[in-house]
């Protein structure tokens, strides 16, 4: 059944992605295919492929090449190029299947290829080629055709020699072909790549002397060099400032440094039987040291994640979901908006690339962490005094702690997702205000209605004010992220648990905004609450304030402020070692409620709808995964994982309660090729044990 599903996936994402494209008008569509083959496209005219606005941006061969296809008409150029695109993808993604390193384990051999098409689909390097009209696919599918076991050097070389025609920058495939001890392939290589290029020289000299001379292999071709679509190290350096003979010169400093440490490695795990990674390697070095490496070329990097690294099984999805999420998603998801970071993710792709090629320390197949990471401890789901519950009977606990960097993307990507809904969720004014009356109204027939009354005390008291104020707009952040942080370091199974009702709370929450948007006290027109937070708000104005540029002002019920301090105060109830603790972490949801209503951000009502949520969160994770007790203190410990597990086992059987009640001990073997991986060395030591402390016993999962 999950085969199944995910090759309907497959089947749909690429359905969906040709249907994308045909949508669009004439115009917008295929908008490179289009100026090289329209009416007055480069190719129809009589000058130079390289005349006016500079649009064509391969070489002459390429150009030669898609010639013939000048003779169709526009619109079944259209249609027949969309699905002849969609089925390179498919038989890419078929190639990268056949491609992985053996032996490939039964499970891996079926969901590769559904599983390679579905990220490919999601890819922003395929969306790229599809709505622009490119052929970037053809010459990755050419190289990779070299990998397959049946494929001769002579077939090779002349695959590779194609493909370095289109993009010379892939000729290092045939260095890579030399340094391996394949030379025949190499010869024919170098003697195909030659051959296309007399050729296109011999039909269209002129153009020929334009790209080969003039802009030395493409370069000052199409857009502007500097600009963020130029993922290469030629773009970083002019990005940052550099130009003239001193960028050059530091270029090809750097690009031979690239190159030499990236076809190095490239060649290490190619000999390792590792041929995929490899050749992703490779792509990622001709990515780097090209003088232009557009979106639609950067297919190379997403192919790095059959990588594996890791010495746990939950390092193993850290590279893999980096690159999966710098390949999808463009660079708001990927940081905060924050300048310094900002850097980081315009140049994400890049810094990938960069990272694959030199960095990354993937796993050789003769590592005995290859196939048997460290031994992973986990909790049986405990037993539920409902008959139904858990729901996810399969599902076991780790006692370990997370992975720290998989922690932050998923935490990062997660906030732009709950971001993104909550500043597209409906936000109507009138029903927005029409919400608020039904509130206020069910409040007055509740007799809970005190917002106008302490508004009004808390904006006569100025350091009642500034306090407030200073409370709203800092400690929402602060004091999760703090207390999740301080989870981590000293209570890593604690930390499991307590962050799964927080990010069902959210989502709960994301669900109110969108069914029930709810202008607060403070946009209510005529009420005379006073905006104590944020400053006067022209209600006149249909779009009054500047806050509403930043995000969905109607987002108010339930109330996260609240959710999220309840789950802050609940947590700290559970885990705090003294009654002092304990107290203050209660009092901080109480004090929340008051600073939401006093600032009139907020109304009691929705103080109500976040403990609401908080509550669901809580029980939808007992219905899921049960109510497991608290792990034993050695698990998490110093000296944790499999030396502790082995000590726990010893303990109880000494005591005679058996050799491992409630707690078992799962080798997480990693299946062959497609396994996501994360960044690890080569064989080494287990890691340390992990630092822990008590636990309360019985806390919700």
């Known amino acids: 059944m999950a085969l199944g599903a995910l090759w309907l996936l497959a089947g749909l994402l690429g359905v969906r992605q040709a249907a994308a494209v045909l949508r669009l008008p004439p115009d917008e569509r295929l908008t490179d295919l289009e100026t090289w083959l329209g009416e007055n496209g480069v190719l129809h005219v009589k000058g130079s492929l390289y005349d006016g606005d500079g649009a064509f941006t391969g070489t002459p061969f390429a150009g030669l090449a898609l010639k013939p296809l000048t003779r169709a008409a526009e619109q079944s150029l259209g249609v027949a190029w969309t699905f002849g695109t969609l089925l390179l993808v498919v038989a890419l993604g078929l190639v990268v299947a056949r491609t992985l390193p053996r032996p490939v384990s039964r499970n891996t051999k079926l969901l590769a290829a559904p599983v390679a098409l579905c990220l490919m689909a999601l890819s922003l390097p395929v969306r790229n080629t599809f709505t622009l009209g490119q052929t970037s696919i053809i010459p990755v599918l050419l190289v990779l055709l070299t990998l397959l076991p049946r494929t001769s050097q002579r077939q090779a070389g002349v695959l590779t020699g194609l493909a370095a025609a289109l993009q010379p920058a892939l000729l290092l495939f045939a260095v890579v072909q030399w340094l391996t001890g ?7 290589a170098g003697g195909t790549f030659a051959l296309c290029t007399v050729l296109a020289w011999a039909v269209m000299p002129r153009d020929s002397q334009t790209y080969w001379l003039h802009h030395i292999g493409g370069a000052g071709l199409g857009g502007s060099a500097d600009g963020l679509a130029n993922q290469s190290l030629h773009g970083l350096l002019l990005r940052i400032g550099l130009s003239g003979p001193a960028e050059l010169a530091l270029l090809a400093v750097l690009a031979v440094a690239v190159a030499v440490l990236g076809l190095r490695r490239a060649v290490h795990y190619a000999k390792d039987g590792q041929l995929l990674l490899a050749a992703a390697i490779t792509g990622c070095v001709a990515l780097a040291v090209s003088p232009t490496s557009w979106q639609y070329q950067q297919l190379w990097i997403l192919l790095a994640v059959v990588g594996r690294v890791g010495r746990r099984s939950s390092d193993r999805l850290v590279w893999p979901v980096l690159v999966v999420l710098v390949m999808t998603l463009n660079r708001t998801a990927l ?5 310094s970071l900002g850097h980081i993710a315009y140049n994400a792709p890049l810094l990938a690339a960069l990272a694959a090629a030199l960095v990354v320390p993937f796993l050789s197949r003769t590592s005995p962490l290859w196939n048997k990471p460290v031994e992973t401890a986990y909790a049986d789901p405990a037993r539920s005094r409902f008959r139904h519950v858990p729901l996810l009977r399969l599902y076991r606990r780790p006692l370990t702690r997370p992975n720290v960097l998989l922690e932050l993307m998923l935490i990062r990507v997660g906030y732009f997702v709950y971001s993104y809904i909550r500043a597209h969720a409906p936000d109507e004014r009138s029903l927005a205000e029409g919400h608020g009356r039904q509130i206020l109204d069910l409040e007055g027939w509740l007799h809970i209605d005190i917002e106008h009354w302490f508004n009004h005390i808390v904006a006569d008291t100025p350091w009642l004010k500034d306090s407030m104020g ?3 707009s800092s400690l929402h952040f602060f004091v999760p992220i703090t207390l999740l942080a301080w989870l981590y370091l000293t209570r890593p199974a604690a930390y499991r648990w307590a962050r799964t009702p927080l990010a069902l709370t959210t989502l709960l929450a994301l669900l109110g905004f969108w069914l029930y948007p709810l202008a607060p006290p403070r946009l209510m027109p005529g009420l005379g609450y006073v905006d104590t937070a944020h400053g006067p708000q022209d209600l006149e104005n249909p779009d009054f304030g500047a806050l509403t540029k930043l995000s969905n002002q109607y987002a108010a019920m339930p109330s996260l ?12 109830a559970l885990v705090a070692p003294k009654l002092w603790i304990k107290i203050l972490g209660l009092m901080y949801p109480v004090l929340t ?3 939401i209503v006093g600032t009139a951000n907020h109304y009691v009502l929705d103080a109500v709808g976040g403990a609401v949520v908080v509550a669901a969160g809580f029980a939808l994770q007992y219905v899921l995964t049960g109510a497991g007790k608290v792990p034993p203190k050695e698990i998490a410990a110093p000296g944790g994982g499999a ?3 082995a000590r726990l086992r010893t303990r109880l059987a000494v005591r005679g309660r058996g050799a491992a009640t409630g707690v ?11 396994e996501p991986s994360a960044a690890g ?12 402390a008590a636990e309360p016993a019985d806390a919700a999962r």
């Open 643 to 645: 030396a502790a597990l």
């Open 664 to 674: 078992a001990g799962a080798s997480s073997a990693a299946p062959g090729g497609m």
């Open 561 to 572: 402020h609240v959710g999220w301090s309840l789950w802050c105060g609940v947590i700290i």
């Open 593 to 595: 409620t008051a600073v």
């Open 681 to 692: 060395a080569e064989g080494g030591e287990p890691p340390a044990a992990e630092p822990a």
């Open 182 to 188: 394949r030379r025949r392939a190499t010869a024919f």
């Open 335 to 339: 940081m905060p908006d924050i300048e």
């Open 470 to 472: 200073f409370y709203y």
